[in-house]
């Protein structure tokens, strides 16, 4: 009796053990770093996939705040001043979101940085919102992602790609 119990006590364990472990979801977490000068630049996402799906204009509708990834708010972490598109961001941490349109977005840098979705996006938290443009036509990028290009000293340009879109946000380090 006593064997009994105790295989049953171990199999609950080892069966509670493994329902415990987190699944990975759909959107896989993505992370990029750079360093523009002396400033370090950390953004860390969730990453949607097109999966045969219209993206632009119809899963994230034109002229509307999307939160600019999947599932937890896309963040942005600097340890120093940045201009972003030529307007100061001071150092600190921010959620991304963006207002889709055909010729340019607005990249907003939110304050409120545990939001789940662009439900949780309330404009009075925009500490920045700056309009940069956007490139069509680009090789297909099934998994969103962000990388940072012609980062040459203390300058680079954040792109987001996705489906045959990109997104150029150009920031530089300020001077200290």
Same mark, same amino acid.
């Given at each position: 009796?006593?064997?009994?119990?105790?295989?049953?006590?171990?199999?609950? #364990?080892?069966?509670?053990?493994?329902?415990? !472990?987190?699944?990975?979801?759909?959107?896989?977490? /993505?992370?990029?770093?750079? !360093?523009?000068?002396?400033?370090?630049?950390?953004? !860390?996402?969730?990453?949607?996939?097109?999966?045969?799906?219209?993206?632009? /204009?119809?899963?994230?509708?034109?002229?509307?705040?999307?939160?600019?990834?999947?599932?937890?708010?896309?963040?942005?972490?600097?340890?120093?001043?940045? %201009?972003?598109?030529?307007?100061?961001?001071?150092?600190?941490?921010?959620?991304?979101?963006?207002?889709?349109?055909?010729?340019?977005?607005?990249?907003?840098?939110?304050?409120?940085?545990? #939001?789940?979705? #662009?439900?949780?996006?309330? %404009?009075?938290?925009?500490?920045?919102?700056?309009?940069?443009?956007?490139?069509?036509?680009?090789?297909?990028?099934?998994?969103?992602?962000?990388?940072?290009?012609?980062?040459?000293? %203390?300058?680079?340009?954040?792109?987001?790609?996705?489906? !045959?879109?990109?997104?150029?946000?150009?920031?530089?380090?300020?001077?200290?």
């Amino acid at each position: 009796m006593k064997q009994a119990i105790l295989f049953l006590l171990f199999t609950v #364990a080892i069966t509670s053990s493994a329902f415990s !472990q987190e699944m990975p979801t759909k959107s896989q977490w /993505g992370k990029v770093v750079q !360093q523009l000068g002396t400033t370090t630049i950390n953004v !860390q996402y969730s990453r949607p996939v097109v999966n045969n799906r219209t993206i632009w /204009g119809d899963l994230v509708p034109y002229d509307k705040v999307w939160r600019l990834g999947a599932n937890e708010a896309t963040t942005l972490t600097t340890d120093d001043d940045i %201009a972003v598109g030529g307007k100061k961001l001071a150092k600190g941490t921010y959620a991304l979101f963006a207002t889709p349109g055909k010729d340019s977005w607005k990249i907003h840098f939110n304050s409120y940085t545990d #939001a789940w979705g #662009a439900g949780d996006y309330d %404009a009075k938290n925009d500490v920045l919102v700056v309009t940069v443009s956007t490139k069509t036509g680009t090789e297909k990028v099934e998994a969103m992602r962000f990388t940072f290009e012609n980062a040459i000293g %203390a300058s680079g340009d954040l792109v987001l790609s996705w489906d !045959q879109l990109s997104v150029i946000i150009p920031i530089t380090e300020l001077t200290k």
